[in-house]
């Protein structure tokens, strides 16, 4: 009896053993699908459902492109009213996005460069601070922003007599002071990768720093630049919380119209919109990957 008890023991621990190798194997493989199930499921349904002849999504009547046709359509001026605001709202929505993109990934990538080559004081604490817009929430940040643009305004007023309102100045300001962050922590990450004796011998074979940046460091950073810029893009394009506090009359973007309609009756074209919209960004993403490879190979 004594002897065999620990043998027992050692057989039961070994089978626990091995039924939870088995379950961690079944886990591997149903948490990851599991997780793409239920990010996907949606998109797939809205895709699908903007073929639907049917207004509501509550019925299938069968496929149609008609939603499509009064997209187009409208782009040609032969809209509907409601599918003009709506192709109104997605053209201030790219270009807020466009426009803040472009500055966050300057100003970004700058900072990157700052805080991982510099040497100056405070620098700890300045990168420590860079990091608020990322950790913050949305509406601390956009009443904040809110009060800070009234500030401006009465200021302004007061001293030059110029009444200021926000607009998409405001929005896109709004868009670049959360968007710096991201692009940041993205190209500092690449940064990290990157072999500083690359920069060194470039000035060691005579290039000053502007000729050592543009032919030694920015074509290694140029993958990480360019997936700061698709985050940046992305994050301006379907932010509303920010936007909704600092936007003005006739500055409405997609994703405010689309909350103002779910208080009605959400259009069909809205899934034909957010079709295209997944589109693109899954040809920009596949571009971005595509050039990444290529600049790899060379």
Same mark, same amino acid.
């Given at each position: 009896?004594?002897?065999?008890?620990?043998?027992?023991?050692?057989?039961?621990?070994?089978?626990?053993?091995?039924?939870?190798?088995?379950?961690?194997?079944?886990?591997?493989?149903?948490?990851?699908?599991?997780?793409?199930?239920?990010?996907?499921?949606?998109?797939?349904?809205?895709?699908?459902?903007?073929?639907?002849?049917?207004?509501?999504?509550?019925?299938?009547?069968?496929?149609?492109?008609?939603?499509?046709?009064?997209?187009?359509?409208?782009?040609?001026?032969? @809209? %509907? *009213?409601?599918?003009?605001? &709506? +192709?109104? !709202?997605?053209?201030?929505?790219?270009? $807020?996005?466009?426009?803040? #993109?472009?500055?966050?990934?300057?100003?970004?990538?700058?900072?990157?460069?700052?805080?991982?080559? @510099? %040497? *100056?004081?405070?620098?700890? &604490? +300045?990168? !420590?601070?860079?990091?608020?817009?990322? $950790?913050?929430?949305?509406? #601390?940040?956009?009443?904040?922003?809110?009060?800070?643009?009234?500030?401006?305004?009465?200021?302004?007023?007061?001293?030059?007599?110029?009444? &200021?309102?926000?607009?998409?100045?405001?929005?896109?300001?709004?868009?670049?002071?959360?968007?710096?962050?991201?692009?940041?922590?993205?190209?500092?990450?690449?940064?990290?990768?990157?072999?500083?004796?690359?920069?060194?011998?470039?000035?060691?074979?005579?290039?000053?720093?502007?000729?050592?940046?543009?032919?030694?460091?920015?074509?290694?950073?140029?993958?990480?630049?360019?997936?700061?810029?698709?985050?940046?893009?992305?994050?301006?394009?379907?932010?509303?919380?920010?936007t909704f506090f600092t936007a003005g009359v006739g500055t409405t973007t997609l994703p405010m119209f689309v909350y103002g309609l779910l208080k009605q009756r959400v259009p069909p074209e809205i899934n034909a919109v957010s079709t295209l919209m997944i589109v693109a960004s899954l040809m920009l993403v596949g571009a971005s990957l595509l050039l990444q490879r290529r600049r790899a190979e060379r």
């Amino acid at each position: 009896m004594t002897a065999g008890a620990p043998d027992a023991t050692r057989d039961a621990a070994l089978r626990r053993d091995l039924a939870a190798r088995r379950a961690g194997r079944w886990l591997m493989w149903v948490v990851p699908i599991g997780a793409f199930v239920f990010l996907w499921v949606p998109i797939a349904v809205l895709v699908v459902f903007s073929f639907n002849d049917a207004a509501s999504v509550s019925v299938w009547r069968g496929a149609t492109l008609r939603w499509y046709e009064n997209l187009f359509g409208a782009l040609g001026g032969g @809209g %509907r *009213f409601q599918t003009d605001l &709506l +192709l109104q !709202a997605v053209r201030n929505s790219l270009f $807020v996005a466009t426009v803040s #993109t472009l500055v966050a990934t300057v100003l970004g990538t700058m900072f990157a460069l700052a805080i991982a080559r @510099g %040497r *100056f004081p405070g620098r700890k &604490l +300045l990168d !420590a601070l860079f990091y608020l817009p990322v $950790v913050i929430p949305d509406i #601390t940040m956009g009443v904040s922003l809110a009060v800070f643009f009234r500030i401006v305004f009465d200021l302004v007023q007061q001293w030059t007599g110029v009444r &200021l309102v926000s607009g998409f100045g405001t929005i896109v300001i709004a868009h670049v002071a959360f968007n710096v962050a991201y692009v940041a922590i993205v190209v500092r990450a690449r940064l990290a990768t990157m072999d500083a004796s690359l920069e060194e011998a470039a000035a060691d074979l005579g290039a000053d720093d502007w000729q050592a940046f543009w032919r030694v460091t920015f074509p290694i950073l140029a993958p990480g630049v360019v997936a700061a810029a698709l985050l940046a893009f992305t994050l301006s394009l379907d932010d509303f919380v920010i936007t909704f506090f600092t936007a003005g009359v006739g500055t409405t973007t997609l994703p405010m119209f689309v909350y103002g309609l779910l208080k009605q009756r959400v259009p069909p074209e809205i899934n034909a919109v957010s079709t295209l919209m997944i589109v693109a960004s899954l040809m920009l993403v596949g571009a971005s990957l595509l050039l990444q490879r290529r600049r790899a190979e060379r």
